[in-house]
């Protein structure tokens, strides 16, 4: 009987994490819609205000009450892109950024992670994601802790040429790394998507040569 019991518990609480990973699946997959929609969607157009080498262009995604923040950026020896971010680059200054300069390049994979019981991890990870895929690196999603049949990367699985980026909970919004992890951390969504933005424009900055002969 007791077995059975046990049997019984072990069941309905695989079951419940079995709901909470479709759930944030479902999630994550509306955030990448919305994310190409708006990257499709924004183009170059005036006012713009400078960012250090980039001209951003405010944008409200038609359909939505969702602004977006629209950069071009041209990779070296590379054509003209765009990234799309939800913060304004000029009100992340606050968050404080340590990342060893040894991890912007050298990438064969990047994975975007967080614990499957993080119910607001989706959208900035797919934020997070949507930037690394618009800058050409090979990206997929993960959970950091075992949640079944789906893939489980965490810090641990980081190497020289495979980066982990992992979403943690925390008092302070921050983003650092630890050896070939880089971790963001944030107390809610918001936080942590303010975090995944200042990686982003911060990770830009090291890889562009600015914006200047991009102008239409």
């Given amino acids: 009987m007791v077995s059975k019991e046990k049997g019984k518990k072990k069941a309905q609480k695989f079951s419940k994490i079995e709901k909470q990973v479709m759930w944030l699946l479902a999630v994550l997959a509306i955030v990448v819609l919305i994310s190409v929609a708006a990257y ?35 990779m070296i020896d590379g054509p003209l892109n ?15 950024l340590n990342v060893s300069e040894d991890l912007w390049r050298g990438i064969s994979k990047v994975w975007v992670s967080s614990d499957p019981n993080l119910s607001y991890a989706p959208i900035p990870a797919g934020e997070i994601g949507r930037f690394t895929i618009a800058i050409g690196l090979d990206t997929s999603y993960a959970f950091s802790e075992d949640a079944g049949s789906y893939y489980q990367m965490s810090c641990e699985n980081a190497t020289e040429n495979i980066r982990v980026v992992e979403l ?49």
């Fill in 168 to 216: 943690r909970v925390g008092d302070e919004t921050k983003v650092y790394s630890e050896v070939n992890c880089i971790i963001i951390e944030g107390k809610d969504d918001v936080e942590l998507s303010r975090a995944a933005d200042k990686l982003a424009v911060t990770w830009l900055e090291r890889l562009v040569i600015g914006t200047e002969g991009t102008k239409k």
């Fill in 40 to 74: 499709y969607l924004m183009k170059p157009k005036s006012p713009y205000f400078e960012y250090g080498p980039f001209e951003v262009y405010k944008k409200r995604l038609e359909g939505t009450s969702v602004d977006y923040y629209y950069i071009p950026f041209k």
């Fill in 82 to 96: 765009q990234i799309a971010i939800r913060n304004d680059p000029r009100e992340l200054g606050d968050i404080d």
